[in-house]
């Protein structure tokens, strides 16, 4: 059976829909499942705007132009559902909660992604979210695979990651509970003692996640699905699309537009990197294959596998490769408000970053800053060159070390897929 078979008729529920990942695993399932049943998409009010106003703006975005224009009436499939995973129940009413029933395929997206989230928000979210969201799944009484989003470096203390679960750092019930009874000044200080192995918030919410997805493994079909750095669209539903500059990304814009003009970091490291739609694409087949497969299988015979969605052994541009591929693709094609010719480059020598970051981007955003206020203009380039500052620092233990995640699980998917949907 064809994935695009498999899937008509189903009714998948989304958590994440307004995030990057979410947004295109939408646009995916409504472009090329044509017969899928209904989606569901769980969205929190925010800015005086209901989830089912916030799911018209997400629809109006260049992303879906191609589906609004050849497949308009797939639109009336998504369901907007007003929910939280901050909060206890989803914040789900028993009406929304009703209209879940039937629901076969849950791909739980949601997360906060910022490095640097504080602890409290990144454990109730993350954590108490997945907790949350693996308890309504157990009152869906067609659920065939429950696909759970996670990281790759989810074990950043380990230089090779293999396709399964490692033992706890931390206990994910403590966790929870120190979320909820402690303040974030509290939380920062035990933060490092809890759990050292963790450079940040966000892998050690995600890898606690896990945990609980491993005990829940045992009554519900789950699936644990560890994208690596997640960048924009190699060609689906146009190349270069993206919605965010969280990460690497910020820091390459910020080096195109010329303002960032040095990083301390390991220029041989070979980061792993994967666009949003081969990400997308391999959480259907996931899905596809786990509930394929749960059709069949008795619970007894159900194992937790784990897929790791990264390039590994194919990948081969380090990131000062990458940096010079990029000042020259920059220079045919310019950004609109660039401020200065792109150059630079990546240090080892943390004297010579700090002498090139405060003589070719401290003391020049200073200078220009005064001419901006003398035009009249509130000053924005000191600024903007803290926020470098602290986003170079976050991912220092990123760009200066290189992990090996082993994928052959991973890898197997692409043999599911037949010739014509290749």
């Excluded at 081969?316 to 792109?342: A, F, N, Q, R």
Aim: with cysteine; charged share 25%.
């Amino acid at each position: 059976m064809s994935i695009a078979k498999y899937y008509a008729g189903q009714e998948i529920l989304i958590t994440g829909g307004s995030g990057f990942i979410g947004k295109v695993l939408i646009e995916k399932i409504l472009r090329s499942l044509p017969d899928i049943g209904k989606v569901y998409i769980l969205l929190r009010s925010k800015k005086g705007r209901n989830a089912q106003e916030r799911l018209e703006d997400i629809l109006q975005m260049p992303l879906f132009e191609q589906v609004g224009k050849s497949q308009p009436e797939a639109y009336k499939k998504l369901i907007a559902i007003n929910g939280e995973c901050q909060e206890l129940g989803l914040g789900l009413s028993p009406v929304d909660l009703a209209k879940l029933k039937n629901v076969t395929i849950v791909f739980h997206v949601a997360a906060t992604v910022r490095f640097d989230d504080d602890i409290k928000t990144s454990i109730l979210l993350n954590t108490r979210g997945t907790h949350e969201m693996l308890k309504v799944a157990e009152k869906l009484p067609k659920l065939k695979v429950f696909v759970h989003v996670s990281t790759t470096y989810s074990h950043p203390d380990l230089r090779v990651v293999d396709e399964k679960i490692y033992p706890p750092y931390a206990d994910w019930r403590t966790a929870i509970k120190l979320a909820e009874t402690y303040d974030q000044e509290t939380l920062n200080m035990l933060l490092p003692k809890f759990c050292p192995g963790h450079p940040n918030s966000y892998t050690l919410s995600k890898n606690l996640a896990e945990h609980i997805v491993q005990e829940y493994s045992q009554k519900l079909p789950v699936v644990i699905f560890r994208p690596s750095i997640v960048v924009s669209s190699y060609k689906e539903p146009f190349p270069g699309w993206i919605d965010n500059f969280n990460g690497p990304v910020g820091m390459l814009v910020a080096c195109g537009l010329g303002i960032m003009r040095t990083n301390h970091a390991d220029p041989d490291i070979v980061p792993d990197i994967i666009p949003v739609d081969m990400v997308v694409n391999s959480l259907l087949v996931t899905g596809y294959k786990h509930a394929k497969a749960n059709d069949k299988l008795i619970r007894s015979d159900r194992k937790l596998e784990v897929y790791n969605c990264s390039l590994s052994s194919k990948r081969h541009l380090s990131m000062g490769t990458i940096i010079d591929m990029g000042k020259k693709t920059v220079l045919k094609y310019p950004y609109e408000k660039c401020i200065w010719l792109p150059e630079g480059s990546i240090t080892r020598c943390a004297f010579w970053h700090y002498l090139r970051f405060f003589g070719l981007q401290v003391i020049p955003a200073i200078l220009l800053d005064i001419f901006i206020r003398l035009a009249g203009h509130p000053a924005v380039l000191l600024k903007i060159q803290r926020r470098i500052k602290s986003t170079t620092e976050i991912l220092k233990v990123f760009t200066n070390t290189e992990w090996h995640f082993i994928n052959n699980n991973f890898k197997s998917l692409e043999n599911l897929i037949e010739d014509q949907e290749r």
